[in-house]
């Protein structure tokens, strides 16, 4: 039996236009993690790698994360430039 210790959850543009873009719109708006588990979770990477090629893949470092905690990143253009 399968029993993750972190969820995900995507506030995202269903497509991207070559416009939205130009015009600096982020396709991800938010990204929230949450930790399913009751302990903490440290060190933890989210990796952010787009299927086009409109921007650069990008990490961020999660420092931790409490148990039954989530964090939620939201101004993800300043993350990803």
Do not use: C, W
Request: hydrophobic share 45%.
């Amino acid at each position: 039996m399968h029993n993750p210790k972190v969820s995900l959850e995507l506030d995202f543009l269903p497509g991207l236009s070559y416009l939205l873009f130009h015009a600096h719109i982020p396709v991800i708006r938010k990204i929230k993690v949450s930790n399913l588990s009751e302990e903490v979770l440290s060190g933890l990477t989210l990796e952010v790698v787009p299927s086009e090629e409109f921007s650069s893949p990008f990490e961020v470092g999660l420092e931790e994360i409490a148990g039954g905690q989530s964090i939620e990143l939201n101004d993800l253009r300043a993350i990803a430039s």
